[in-house]
């Protein structure tokens, strides 16, 4: 991702350790908040023109009697009805009693759909408005005989409101009702009247331009960005950093959500912020480590008896382990030798025979193509066993041993003698194995040290030229060790290309290769020519992928040895080329960047059950905010808040009386104020676009999630509300759309 991504220069020394943390965040079980009972006080002692204020928020839903000061009711706007089969009857669950069951909890239903602010499930609507009533101490048989002041979208749908008026008149019988933008009512509620209103909600932010106190609703715009989205990509960019371990059910959305509450907030410098967001320095301040639940493995105590057995049956093992492989090794050479001779042998008979007839059946019969075949075939031969003659095969015994029962014919030995005559024969065999090795070792220690007085001379005559080329060799061996790597990794994923290649190869042996011992009549004429070329024979190479055949370990321990060579050369003769650039020291975690993105600045232990269950939230907490400025980050194809916010003082305000005076009271509401540093950073962004002399003032409502309702039950409660609110009689007599306008609507 290009936010991750920036050049690393790498230190000089090491970096210090790391305190362990001491910080980490669990995360809580979704809220149940118990809703206070059934109070008919206000209903029966209160006046009857006292309205019922409901802020039916998408995120939340408010309600209380427009004399209170705070709504009594809050909770989100969900509803779980099913039958209870312990009760045989139908239950209902309302706002945040869905989390006190599970099954209510995994029934629950919002009244919105999924992203957006537009009421679509009636049912749920009407099960809200039961519960409300209810609460409230509103008798439900006689209907709901107060005025209701009911709060809605920047620009709801008409025929949404049609359907909660009708439900409003005719399922509660409510005497009259009005409807309110949220953001105005919290704008009105904070003393604004000429600004501009930016109201992050939960599916969408709006931005409207006031003059006194009147809203220019034609001039306003939208984006489609909100809280609940920033919930949504928080929960991507987690399973894109930690796949598998967010799974379904593990963490719920609820939780992100407080994550994005009590982690994110806004960055004055977006871009320098992110640049040091994973420096080392401060990291363990910026990084929050969030610990899901795990069950740690239990660990038995062993005694000091105990463990000093255990590493003794260890090192024991060990040492058994190296005498096993150094005997299979010297077998292997032994075998290696024996087909090289084979190899040779049939060589000098090819050169002998006097015919071509004669010297293609002896290609034949060794199941070669050409003689050029031949010679390849021994020269790899040769080639590995000098390699494996280099190995740890030891030094021959300065006492030459004797094998007296070697030249005693069979017939005359009896079956003890026969069995020591086997085993002499064996270590006859090694014993020349090893004097060979000896040999070859000599030779190729000679070899060495001419090649590395060449290469001396050529370092002297050229060093440009030298180091041009171990800068090559450098590139071109790390490269080989990346697609090795590579390759491995693949072929442990079952769902890899190379796997999938590897299994259709297998699937198409076992197709074309009949299981039966004898070969059917006529079958030789459906031959396909496999193994004609000697390409063909490389298919069982490569379904024995993943194997650690002797060829695989030689030429691991090829690169990794021309690896260590070529640095060793780069370091001592290179001066561009530092401690810091070996692949040691690129494998270092305290300098990887990756390790400081997933794992933060501690050492991970992938066998901790506690370690491999936690997040590291870093660079998320300022580039989940970030999106509201910068839309194209979540792949949102709009502008972002300052984009609208200068075409509409530059284009749609142009050349209007309160053009200046807009930007003087720029106003926050919504869930999305409540991102620290969000009202500096617009401010500073406004300051960007505006002229030098222009004043700018941005400021936050007091209570940017509350407000909107206290603003519409201060409303209710004023001489201007009777005009706005629409009679049953009017509803019936006018039709189904007819709606009051007033300054606080749409």
Known sequence: MPHYVYDIKPPAEPKPAKQPPTRIYTLSEPPYRRQPPRDGTQYHNGAPDTAIVIDN?????????????????????????YNERKLSRKVCYVGSEVYLDGTARGQAKSAYEPGSNIVNNWDVQEGIFDYIFVKLGIDGDAGVDRPVVLTEPLGNLPYARKVMSEMMYELYSVPKVAYGVDCLFSYDFNGGR????????????????????????????????????CVEYLQQLLKAKYPGLLAQGKVTDTQIEDLVRDHCYVSRDYAN??????????????????????????????????????????????????????????????????????????????????????????????EFKDENQLDRRIKESEKSIRKQRNKDVGDVEDEVPTYPLLDIPDDQLDEEELKQKRQQRLLKSNHEARARAKAEKAAEKERQAEIQRKDDERREADLDGWLDERRAAYQT?????????????????????????????????????????????????????FGADDADWMVYRDIQAGRNDDDEEDEEEDLDGQIQTLEAQLLQYDPHFTEQSTQRAQKDWTKSLVHSFLRGPWPFDANSAREAN????????????????????????????????????????????????VVQDVFLTGGYALFAGLSQRLAQELRAICPAEQPIHVRSARDPLLDAWRGAAAWAGRDESRRAFVTRQEWMEKGQEYLCEHRLGT
């Open 273 to 366: 912020d992110m640049l040091r967001m994973l420096d080392w320095t401060g990291l363990e301040d910026r990084d929050m480590i969030v610990q899901l639940p795990f069950q740690e493995k239990e660990v038995v105590a062993k005694t000091e008896e105990e463990l000093r057995l255990a590493e003794e049956r260890r090192v024991e093992n060990a040492r058994r382990l190296r005498e096993q492989a150094a005997k299979m090794r010297l077998d292997r050479l032994i075998r290696k030798e024996q087909e090289l001779e084979y190899l040779k042998q049939l060589q000098r008979q090819i050169s002998e025979a006097s015919t071509k007839k004669e010297k293609h059946a002896l290609l034949e019969d060794g």
């Open 614 to 661: 936690q997040m590291h939230i870093n660079v998320e907490r300022i580039r989940v905010p970030e999106v509201i400025f910068q839309p194209n980050m979540a792949g949102v194809d709009q502008a972002g808040i300052v984009e609208i916010a200068d075409d509409l003082l530059r284009t749609r305000l142009d050349g209007h009386a309160a053009q200046a005076a």
């Open 194 to 229: 000429t600004g501009l209103v930016v109201s992050g909600g939960n599916t969408s932010t709006n931005l409207i331009p006031v003059v006194d106190g009147q809203p220019l609703v034609a001039f306003a715009s939208r984006l489609d960005w909100g809280r609940s989205h």
């Open 477 to 529: 061996t790390l490269q080989r060790i990346k697609e090795r790597d590579r390759l491995k990794a693949d072929l442990g994923n079952r769902k890899s290309q190379a796997s999938q290649m590897r299994m259709k190869q297998i699937a198409t042996l076992a197709s074309d290769n009949p299981l039966g011992r004898k070969r059917r009549r006529g079958q030789d004429k459906n031959d396909d020519g």
């Open 57 to 81: 928020g998408s995120s939340a839903v408010r309600a209380g009697w427009q004399t209170d000061g705070d709504p009594r009711l809050q909770f989100p706007p969900l509803m779980a009805r």
